[in-house]
């Protein structure tokens, strides 16, 4: 998949992920109850450990649209803030996501669904309040830096799927 360069293309990108990503849930019956069991040869990152389920899995996509949400509104309100919550930074955000996974043992799946479901709506719709200038100019927001907000729109949507489906294809695979 090439990464998008236009709005439209970033929400055709993210779109059409997110429905592949449902549709492959929706293909597991027993979507409650399917159960990753990964061995070291899955892969050294964290998260081949970390996460347990599909509930574990929509509960981080969740998570990481609330922050990207949160941030894009809180910032062109003039409230600027990091991307990551204190006192997380890129060198230590595993730890976060470490944290996310431990907050969410006693969620039901239905609801980690839920959530999934209405997170990416919503993120979608503070897409939808920039402009083409103000995702893709790099610069364009201060609090971007040297990249453009498209780039996490595009990590925690599309790219972020992406991540998913390889991880329950994986496990698909594995049975």
């Known amino acids: 998949m090439t990464k998008p360069t236009t709005k439209k293309e970033f929400q055709v990108a993210a ?3 997110y429905e592949k990503l449902m549709g492959l849930i929706e293909s597991i019956e027993d979507q409650e ?9 899955a892969g050294k990152e964290a998260h081949w450990k970390r996460d ?3 509930r574990d899995v929509l509960v981080h996509l969740s998570a990481w649209h609330l922050l ?3 941030w894009v509104t809180d910032n062109v309100d003039g409230k600027e803030r990091s991307f990551l919550p ?16 431990e ?22 719709l503070v897409s939808e309040t920039l402009s083409e200038e103000e995702l893709f100019a790099k610069g364009h ?5 040297t990249t453009n907000v498209a780039s996490y729109f595009i990590s925690a949507t599309s790219s972020h ?3 998913a489906m390889k991880k329950i294809r994986k496990q698909m695979k594995s049975k």
């Open 33 to 41: 109850g399917f159960v990753f069991n990964f061995d070291e040869s």
């Open 52 to 54: 347990k389920n599909l």
């Open 86 to 101: 204190e006192p997380y930074n890129w060198k230590n955000y595993g730890e976060m996501n470490m944290e996310i996974w």
């Open 141 to 145: 927001f201060p609090w971007c830096k």
């Open 68 to 70: 990207l949400g949160n």
């Open 15 to 17: 779109n059409e992920s």
């Open 161 to 163: 799927y992406e991540w």
């Open 103 to 124: 907050d969410c043992q006693s969620t039901p799946y239905s609801k980690a669904k839920d959530s999934f479901l209405i997170s990416h709506s919503m993120v979608m």
